[in-house]
């Protein structure tokens, strides 16, 4: 199976780590103009089941990192139901993300916002997402 990343905007390159973390630490720092980061294991975070409100942290600090502005309900009682968690917005690009941690699936309101957020991706610079916590690569893909 195939190592997936995830990236914490934290300390970068720690001496503990190994040689090739540091390496690929110091590439990422590079390519995310200076932030400095922390790479670690996803297998490692797996051993107890990730909590949403964790999941959703942690893309928004890759975002945050990476250029992106982000927005999320805190407190969803009072709006539409259904609306995605995340709405991220870089130069032009505006990218919808529900979240979910498995086994939890979308609900009814879910899938009529995804729906119909999805008829207006049409050009290309709205994109409409269901990310999990195995989709890490997938996420900073997305968000480069």
Not at 40 to 48: A, E, G, H, K
Not at 121 to 138: A, E, Y
Request: with cysteine; charged share 30%; net charge positive.
């Amino acid at each position: 199976m195939r190592e997936q990343w995830l990236i914490h905007v934290k300390d970068a390159g720690r001496q503990d780590d190994p040689p090739w973390r540091r390496r690929l630490a110091r590439a990422l720092k590079r390519m995310l103009r200076g932030y400095a980061i922390r790479v670690v294991s996803y297998r490692r975070l797996r051993r107890r089941r990730m909590r949403e409100k964790e999941f959703l942290a942690q893309v928004r600090r890759l975002a945050q990192a990476l250029g992106w502005i982000s927005y999320h309900t805190h407190n969803s009682r009072k709006s539409e139901p259904g609306f995605p968690d995340l709405v991220l917005v870089r130069r032009g690009r505006i990218v919808f993300a529900e979240l979910k941690i498995p086994p939890k699936d979308l609900t009814a309101a879910q899938l009529v916002w995804i729906s119909e957020l999805g008829d207006c991706s049409g050009g290309g610079d709205v994109s409409v997402h269901v990310w999990t916590p195995d989709d890490l690569d997938t996420i900073a893909e997305v968000l480069r």
